[in-house]
């Protein structure tokens, strides 16, 4: 394979400059030497990266003179324009198989700069080694920066011996235009170039100061000089920080009546030869130290002049014919400069593009787009703070009517109003946004009090004063809360939005907060319908088992079966979690279904056993006035001997019975004549009439929960419930009381006549084999 064009010539200049396989010297051995120390490294070399071979011209740590080219660090270094680092070779897929990793000197860690000669070629490097991995920053390599400098200082000595004086400066000026370039291209910062091609100017000259600075101009068209790098040796410590401001924006000078102005005018070359004398001095920046001679050099991109480079103190002084020498080093400068400048063109349109996409042209707030980005940023600053995001959505009432009668640059001028004063309204790290149109977002952190919302309101009610119109109006928000609303950016606006709507239909200037628990219950019903299909196919449901005691006989008369959903996440639920959502959907026939057919089995069972309960079951109401029902419940009854099917007990709400008293009846009749009882659910809450409860066709009456609970305490619940039982036993109807959770209300109930109990003073709900349990266990409470 022919070998790389730019590679032979590399080892073309590494054979002229003559320093393979020569003996070892002091002055490149104490600079390794100082590398490893500096570092606290196990090996710090000189390598000279060679056709086949990695040769050490100095080295501390390393018995070895060579290694293969292949095995060689360094020749990935002399690649690179920039430090080459590795901080785990065992880690790395380029080097965890190197020899000299899995052996010795079990390399792990190594940084090496290239080291160029005199023509500029990368002959080498300087590089530090460890046996244990290390974290580095390329900042922090600036010592063996220096180290290779140095190196490359005695390369350059050694080569002037024998090329001559004028050779020497040739190359000088190569070498330091190439660093510059690399220096530009590898640094985020073009200030580095500008320092190094300094220092380089400095050396080259044997100037004592310097600076290159960029011509500016005014928009008057006078020019004025923004220095870029500008030496810092010996200034007094009262002028540390100028040098410091240079560093951060760049030194100004926009007098033009001195030697550092006299260039930008001219155009020209200026040499002082005795500064002190010379009448256009001046233009030192303060407590700089004194000049004796002075040389300013124009840089030039075409025509235009761009940059000014001005070297003072040189002990042979200055001549014009120096500029003529300098030139492609003064062109170089020229390129940078145009680099600096192309990029800040860029930068500047790259802003520009910026700030259009980003923000609204009209009132200067965040777009869209924008608000994305700082609502994504407030939503994480938030949860780290433990804080709470009101999301503020805001729409004006009558905008369109001011833009109809007045027209739109008056509309564009409420916009902007409005969109001042919400940020005069709001804090500085609160957010204001517009949307689009008249529609506004505020997004507010950890607001305590609802006058906030308030004051927002009232802001914008205040008249617009537009030319000579004075025009008011108002503003309608929806509010939402983060992270009681814990959703995603986009879905809390359209929360925000929807309460916004809310605030509008409710009379319009006024704030609503999100209705959170419409929401989560709208939510829960969607998850609900997800789940509960696949619930029902994996056998998921169960039903549970409550006991009812006969008051007259003193035993358990039967069981009331309660439903439960062993979910795989969220563990037992009770019927309140999921029933109302999948009631009036296909699940609430499933769900009947499968609760008549586990009844039935039961009851099945209890025969078997020569048991002698019965078993209530609770139907919805969409399922039992659904098509599906009867047909059903004939089905199931179907496997169940005449003579038990009584002690199916269907527990009918009362407040079914009452939305279409005709359809129930005849329901309840045709379940009679299939040989099944009924009970009327949660009597006393329908309101039901005397002649309405004369005519339903049912067995039992279950008195609610909410008259039984309090009876002893309430008076008044006390004649209810005393007045259901008269009802009841008045049309030969047995009554159950629901809800007996302390012996005072069994004790209260036994004596009013009552027939049935059930509740947690009797039993809690428990599975099949538990309640068997509990029954054959059971003791008459002691009165």
Not at 340 to 365: C, I, P
Not at 386 to 410: M, P, Q, R, Y
């Amino acid at each position: 394979m022919p070998m790389d064009p730019n590679e032979e010539r590399r080892l073309a200049a590494l054979t002229r400059l003559g320093i393979l396989d020569t003996p070892p010297e002091e002055r490149f051995d104490r600079l390794v030497r100082i590398a490893r120390k500096v570092y606290n490294v196990k090996i710090a070399l000189f390598s000279i990266v060679d056709e086949e071979r990695q040769w050490f011209k100095a080295k501390d740590g390393l018995e070895p003179r060579e290694t293969h080219r292949s095995f060689a660090f360094c020749d990935h270094a002399i690649r690179q324009e920039k430090p080459f680092i590795v901080e785990d070779a065992s880690k790395d897929p380029r080097f965890r198989n190197n020899p000299l990793v899995t052996g010795g000197p079990q390399i792990r860690f190594y940084a090496g700069i290239p080291v160029r000669e005199p023509g500029g070629y990368k002959l080498g490097t300087v590089c530090i080694i460890d046996d244990k991995p290390r974290d580095i920053r390329e900042v922090d390599l600036d010592v063996l920066r220096t180290l290779a400098s140095l190196i490359e200082d005695e390369l350059e000595r050694a080569y002037a011996a024998v090329s001559g004086d004028d050779e020497v400066r040739f190359t000088h000026i190569t070498r330091a235009i190439q660093r510059a370039q690399n220096a530009f291209l590898t640094n985020d910062s073009d200030r580095a170039a500008f320092e190094l091609m300094l220092s380089d100017l400095l050396a080259i000259t044997g100037s004592q100061f310097g600076f290159i600075g960029e011509v500016l101009r005014k928009e008057d068209d006078t020019p004025y000089l923004k220095v870029e790098a500008i030496t810092n040796i010996a200034w007094s410590p009262e002028t540390q920080g100028l040098f410091q401001q240079v560093e951060r924006r760049g030194m100004l000078f926009e007098r033009l009546d001195n030697l550092l102005g006299a260039p930008m005018v001219s155009g020209a070359v200026v040499v002082a030869h005795d500064y002190s004398s010379d009448p256009r001095k001046g233009g030192l920046p303060p407590g700089h130290p004194p000049i004796r001679c002075y040389i300013g050099m124009p840089v030039y991109s075409k025509s235009e002049m761009i940059g000014l480079v001005g070297l003072a103190n040189r002990d042979a002084g200055y001549t014009e014919e120096m500029s003529d020498r300098l030139a492609p080093l003064l062109q170089t400068v020229g390129t940078l400069l145009e680099r600096k400048r192309l990029y800040r063109e860029r930068q500047e349109h790259q802003t520009s593009l910026e700030k259009a996409a980003n923000y609204d042209a009209l009132t200067g707030l965040p777009n869209r787009r924008r608000l994305t980005e700082l609502f994504t940023q407030e939503l994480y600053e938030a949860d780290q703070r433990k804080g709470t995001v009101s999301v503020c959505f805001l729409d004006l009432d009558g905008f369109k009517e001011i833009n109809d009668e007045h027209g739109h640059s008056v509309g564009d001028a409420v916009l902007r109003a409005v969109a001042e004063r919400l940020k005069t309204i709001v804090r500085s790290h609160d957010v204001i946004a517009r949307l689009g149109g008249d529609e506004f977002v505020a997004i507010l952190r950890d607001v305590n009090d609802s006058r906030v919302y308030s004051r927002i309101l009232e802001a914008i009610r205040q008249p617009v004063n537009y030319r000579h119109y004075v025009l008011q109006l108002s503003c309608s928000m929806g509010i939402t809360v983060y992270p009681d609303d814990d959703v995603e950016p986009d879905m809390l606006l359209r929360h925000a939005d929807q309460a916004m709507y809310a605030a509008k239909e409710a009379g319009k200037n006024a704030f609503k907060m999100f209705d959170l628990e419409s929401h989560f219950t709208r939510k829960e019903r969607v998850r609900v319908l997800e789940q509960i299909g696949p619930a029902l196919a994996r056998d998921e449901l169960e039903l549970y088992f409550q006991p009812k005691v006969d008051f007259n006989r003193c035993t358990v008369e039967g069981f009331e079966a309660l439903i439960r959903w062993n979910h795989p996440d969220d563990g037992l639920l009770l019927p309140c979690r999921f029933l109302d959502h999948i009631e009036y959907t296909e699940y609430a026939s499933q769900v009947g279904r499968f609760v008549l057919g586990e009844a039935i089995k039961r009851l099945l069972y209890f025969d078997e056993q020569g048991l002698p309960y019965s078993i209530s079951v609770n139907l919805s109401p969409s399922y039992f006035l659904g098509q599906a029902f009867l047909p059903d419940l004939k089905a199931g009854l179907g496997q169940l001997p005449d003579g038990i099917r009584h002690r199916l007990i269907l527990e009918v709400l009362e407040t079914t019975a009452l939305d279409d008293t005709r359809k129930v009846i005849d329901i309840l009749k045709v379940c009679q004549a299939m040989g099944v009882e009924v009970s009327m659910d949660d009597f006393g809450t329908g309101y039901s009439s005397l002649d309405y409860f004369r005519r339903l066709p049912v067995q039992e009456i279950k008195i609610d929960r909410t008259f039984v609970g309090d009876m002893v305490s309430d008076r008044e619940d006390e004649m209810v419930v005393k007045a259901i039982l008269g009802l009841s036993k008045s049309f030969g109807r047995r009554v159950i009381a629901e809800g007996v959770e302390t012996r005072e209300v069994h004790e209260r109930l036994v004596r009013l006549g009552c027939d049935l109990g059930q509740g947690y003073f009797y039993a809690e709900p428990m599975p099949f084999d538990n309640a068997l349990e509990w029954a054959r266990n059971f003791s008459w409470p002691a009165m």
